[in-house]
C-alpha cells in the first residue's frame, strides 16, 4: 500500500540555523499538508498546499516557514532561522482530490539545540 | 474561540469490551469530523470520517456518530482487542482540509 514518507527521521539542528524537512506523498494525490507536534502537545495545522500554492495556513506559519514542491514527487517545509521552541515532530500529510480523510507520514523529530 | 475537547486523557476497558470515546466542540461548524489513531512516535492514521449531514458511519468494529446539535461524535470500538491500544485523536474540518485536532484519548485495552 503507498505510503507517504519523511526524511530525516531525524534532525538536530543549532538555534538560528536553517533546516529542510523532506516528504514524498502518495503519487496520485494533489493536496499536501505540513502539521507539528510539539512533545506532549496536540497535533497542529500549519499549512496546506495545492496546484503548487499554498491554500490554507496557520498563525503558526509565519514567515520564517515557507514550503515548496521542487518537482513531481518531493514537497518540503523550510524552517529559515530555527528557534528552540521550534522543536516538535513534523508530519507531512497528503489526500487525493477528491477526499477529505489525510494520510500521515511517519514525522521527522527536530529538536533545536 | 474554537474549542475541541476529548472526554479523558485516558480510558481502560477490559479485552472485548466496547470503548466509547467522546469528542465534543464548540465554537465551531464542521463539515467533516474525522478519527485518527495515533501510536507514540507515529504519525495519524485515518480511521473514520463522518459528513454534517451524516449521523453514523461504521466500519468493521468501528463506529462514529455525528450530533452537530449537541455538537458531539462518539467513537466506539466493539469486540476490542489489546492492539486496539493507542491514542484516537478527533478532528474537525469546515472543509478547506486544514485539520483541528483535539489533544486525544490513550486507550488501554486489558487482556
Known amino acids: 500500500e503507498p505510503e507517504v514518507t519523511q526524511t530525516p527521521s531525524h534532525q538536530v539542528t543549532q538555534m538560528g540555523q536553517e533546516v529542510i524537512l523532506r516528504c514524498v506523498p502518495i503519487?496520485?494525490?494533489?493536496?499536501f499538508y505540513w502539521y507539528r507536534q510539539i512533545l506532549g502537545q496536540k497535533v497542529e495545522f500549519l499549512v496546506s498546499?495545492?496546484?503548487?500554492?499554498?491554500?490554507?495556513k496557520s498563525e503558526i506559519f509565519d514567515d520564517q516557514f515557507s514550503v515548496e514542491r521542487p518537482d513531481g514527487s518531493n514537497f518540503t517545509l523550510k524552517i529559515r532561522s530555527t528557534k528552540l521552541e521550534d522543536s516538535a515532530m513534523y508530519f507531512c500529510?497528503?489526500?487525493?482530490?477528491?477526499?477529505?480523510?489525510?494520510?500521515f507520514g511517519p514525522g521527522t523529530r527536530l529538536t533545536v539545540t | 474561540s474554537q474549542k475541541i475537547e476529548q472526554n479523558s486523557e485516558a480510558l481502560n476497558i477490559q479485552e472485548g469490551k466496547t470503548a466509547t470515546l467522546t469528542c465534543n466542540y464548540t465554537?465551531?461548524?464542521?463539515?467533516?469530523l474525522q478519527w485518527y489513531r495515533q501510536d507514540p512516535g507515529r504519525g495519524p492514521v485515518f480511521l473514520l470520517l463522518?459528513?454534517?449531514?451524516?449521523k453514523e458511519k461504521r466500519k468493521e468494529r468501528l463506529k462514529v456518530t455525528f450530533d452537530t446539535t449537541l455538537k458531539q461524535s462518539l467513537f466506539h470500538i466493539t469486540a476490542s482487542q489489546p492492539a486496539d491500544s493507542a491514542t484516537y485523536l478527533c478532528a474537525l474540518d469546515t472543509g478547506r482540509r486544514a485539520l483541528t485536532f483535539g489533544s486525544g484519548t490513550r486507550l488501554q485495552v486489558q487482556p
Open positions: 463522518i459528513r454534517e449531514n451524516e
Open positions: 503519487s496520485n494525490h494533489l493536496y
Open positions: 465554537n465551531y461548524s464542521p463539515a467533516y
Open positions: 498546499f495545492y496546484n503548487n500554492e499554498i491554500s490554507e
Open positions: 500529510a497528503s489526500t487525493r482530490q477528491l477526499d477529505y480523510e489525510q494520510y
